[in-house]
């Protein structure tokens, strides 16, 4: 990678989780993806070193860093293992919204514990009728005296299976559309919480990714997080910086791909030659080069965006939206390469064929992500 316009903090935060992905994820990143397993201890071991919450300031127990950062351990964490990257990115997400909008009693329940891995929270948006288009959430919180009373149901929920807390967007008010939607932080063994079942995905197996039902749950009136009514508002807010993350998770599969490829084509031997040598896979690697060079450049272009306090919303769509179609289409370059090999579980590309797909689908489709560009682009 070029460290050109990297400060030594992005150098050190990104040397850094580079060598905990290579010693300590990328040898558990077969294992974990074939049973399936949340690595709880991998996590507190990623908290111990500062890169939960990248760029939560320091005084609320995060790297106090910047978006740039964010992007460059996210790409190294998904180098080691996507499901990894995954995480560390739920909780930036949550990490933000918690220390934008939390109170300090919020901060000190959820947001410090979450930052130390000593709580595992979810991020409960998504409903059977409300993915893309929130217009259609149902969930709705009611006020009751000193209470809310929530009930609704949020499917495809990350960490839904295992998370201690969820902040949960829901309709306080149903007559005001968008401006009538809020977030409340539920702990998740409540009274009336129940979890559904637990999906089996293709790929990105060791992010848990379940259901969540809520019938007359009661919750405290400090369980609102923010004001009242500008849930959506504060949801929309984070999204730039949540496809900086995903964009930047594409990069390290692709740069991954990469590297593993170049691997076997030079000592991969057919008819008498390495199959480096000849010009149908040279020409693989190449793309597979070009695109991973683009998308980073892409990548941290958007995230310097967001660092000046500018609105990077078109430039986070475009690297989200062309990181995770290069992601796509080269590993599956990355498995023509290895022939049939890479046709077998177990063999890394295989993985990172099946890791890729979902990134052009979550944080908002890559056909939405083309409505954005277009429409901002013809504003």
């Known amino acids: 990678m070029n460290d050109a316009g990297l400060s030594d903090i992005h150098l050190a935060l990104r040397d850094a989780a580079r060598r905990f992905a290579e010693a300590k994820i990328a040898p558990?990143?077969?294992t974990l993806d074939e049973e399936e397993r949340y690595p709880s201890d991998l996590y507190r071991e990623l908290a111990s070193l500062g890169l939960f919450?990248?760029?939560?300031?320091e005084a609320l127990g995060g790297a106090g860093a910047d978006a740039l950062a964010y992007a460059?351990?996210?790409?190294?964490?998904?180098?080691?293992?996507?499901?990894v990257?995954?995480?560390?990115?739920?909780v930036e997400l949550l990490g933000t919204l918690l220390t934008q909008h939390g109170t300090p009693a919020q901060q000190e329940t959820y947001l410090r514990p979450l930052l130390r891995a000593e709580r595992r929270c979810a991020y409960a948006l998504t409903e059977a009728e409300a993915g893309s288009d929130l217009a259609g959430l149902k969930t709705t919180a009611r006020r009751d005296g000193d209470s809310w009373v929530l009930n609704g149901a949020k499917l495809w929920i990350h960490n839904a299976p295992v998370a201690d807390f969820a902040a949960v967007l829901a309709r306080t008010d149903p007559d005001a559309g968008h401006r009538g939607m809020s977030i409340l932080l539920v702990d998740l063994n409540s009274p009336g919480v129940t979890?559904?079942?637990?999906?089996?995905?293709?790929?990105?197996?060791?992010?848990p990714v379940g259901g969540l039902r809520f019938d007359e749950v009661r919750l405290a009136a400090d369980a609102l997080l923010g004001p009242e009514g500008r849930g959506f508002h504060m949801m929309m807010s984070v999204?730039?910086?949540?496809?900086?993350?995903?964009?930047?998770?594409?990069?390290?599969?692709?740069?991954?791909?990469l590297e593993e490829s170049i691997a076997y084509a030079k000592q991969r031997r057919?008819?008498?030659?390495p199959i480096a040598e000849f010009q149908a896979v040279q020409w693989m690697i190449a793309d597979m080069a070009k695109d991973a060079h683009a998308?980073?450049?892409?990548?941290?272009?958007?995230?310097?965006?967001?660092?000046?306090?500018?609105r990077a919303t078109l430039e986070a769509s475009m690297a989200k939206c062309f990181a995770s179609d290069a992601a796509v289409a080269r590993t599956a370059d990355a498995v023509q390469i290895h022939g049939g090999s890479g046709y077998i579980r177990g063999v890394r590309v295989e993985r990172l064929f099946r890791d890729a797909k979902i990134t052009q689908i979550y944080e908002g489709t890559n056909q939405v992500q083309r409505m954005i560009m277009a429409r901002t682009l013809l504003a």
């Open 239 to 257: 999204l730039d910086k949540g496809r900086i993350g995903i964009a930047a998770l594409a990069v390290g599969i692709l740069a991954a791909a």
């Open 53 to 57: 919450g990248i760029t939560v300031p």
């Open 270 to 273: 057919q008819f008498g030659q």
């Open 28 to 30: 558990l990143a077969a």
């Open 72 to 83: 460059l351990v996210m790409e190294e964490m998904s180098r080691g293992y996507a499901s």
């Open 85 to 90: 990257a995954d995480q560390v990115g739920l």
């Open 195 to 207: 979890r559904d079942r637990k999906e089996h995905k293709m790929g990105q197996r060791a992010s």
């Open 295 to 310: 998308a980073r450049l892409m990548v941290q272009h958007a995230a310097r965006i967001l660092d000046s306090g500018g």
